[in-house]
């Protein structure tokens, strides 16, 4: 276990919804990187997180939003839900001092949408 | 042009083998690639990560770089069954030092 949590671990939501998912970093742990994974594929870059900033964003629409709390939890929306958003979305926290370097995925949140 | 490719596989390789892992980047200013293992139904798993050109050894994975091919690879010596798995690769841009794209995957499959 990485000590990354993630809640919950399955939604079912309706196109044109919003829905927010929440991610607990390991211990000391200040930066949080979001992924979303679709079956069959790697995960694509969302959006990370550094002490509360947004510190760099994937190629997503402005619906996905997320913010960082001061314990370094994190939060992802998504709005005005598609079809297309239904996959698997993963947090990965880092410590600090290895710029990134080492993330450790939390057990993901599996949204789908009908 | 994907920025990092991987061949899907499965790669099929008996127990006790070397398994050889490849993947391909195309910006030449990524700085840093990571191999994760992730098994079925299960969130990635951080194996190693190389930022030098060479091997980085670390118990039977052994990473190889070569930034002058754009080229990374994973050897993972004595296969054992419980390394049946996708193994993903990773590459950090210098343009977007935060953003860590990943290939598609290619997975493993150890027979006895």
């Known amino acids: 276990e990485t000590g990354v949590t993630q809640s919950p671990t399955h939604l079912i939501k309706t196109r044109g919804q919003q829905v927010t998912l929440r991610c607990s970093s390991q211990?000391?742990?200040?930066?949080v990187s979001w992924y979303q994974q679709a079956l069959g594929q790697g995960p694509q870059f969302i959006f990370q997180?550094?002490?509360?900033?947004?510190?760099g964003r994937g190629n997503f629409p402005p619906r996905f939003s997320g913010l960082q709390f001061p314990n370094y939890s994190s939060e992802l929306n998504v709005n005005a839900l598609e079809l297309d958003d239904s996959a698997l979305y993963l947090c990965?926290?880092?410590?600090?001092?290895?710029?990134?370097?080492?993330?450790?995925f939390g057990p993901g949140t599996r949204l789908t949408v009908t | 042009q994907k920025e990092v490719e991987q061949n899907s596989g499965p790669l099929s390789v008996p127990e006790g083998a070397i398994a050889s892992l490849n993947c391909t980047y195309s910006?030449?200013?990524?700085?840093?690639f990571f191999w994760y293992r992730q098994y079925s139904g299960k969130s990635p798993e951080l194996i190693m990560f190389?930022?030098?050109?060479g091997d980085k050894e670390d118990g039977r994975f052994t990473a190889q770089l070569n930034k002058a091919s754009q080229y990374v690879s994973l050897l993972i010596r004595d296969s054992q069954p419980s390394d049946s798995a996708t193994y993903l690769c990773?590459?950090?841009?210098?343009?977007?030092?935060?953003?860590?794209?990943f290939g598609s995957g290619t997975r493993l499959s150890i027979r006895p």
């Open positions: 990965a926290s880092s410590r600090p001092g290895t710029g990134g370097y080492e993330q450790y």
């Open positions: 211990s000391g742990h200040n930066t």
């Open positions: 997180y550094y002490r509360e900033e947004e510190n």
């Open positions: 910006d030449r200013g990524s700085q840093s």
């Open positions: 190389i930022y030098s050109n």
């Open positions: 990773a590459g950090r841009g210098y343009s977007s030092a935060s953003k860590i794209i």
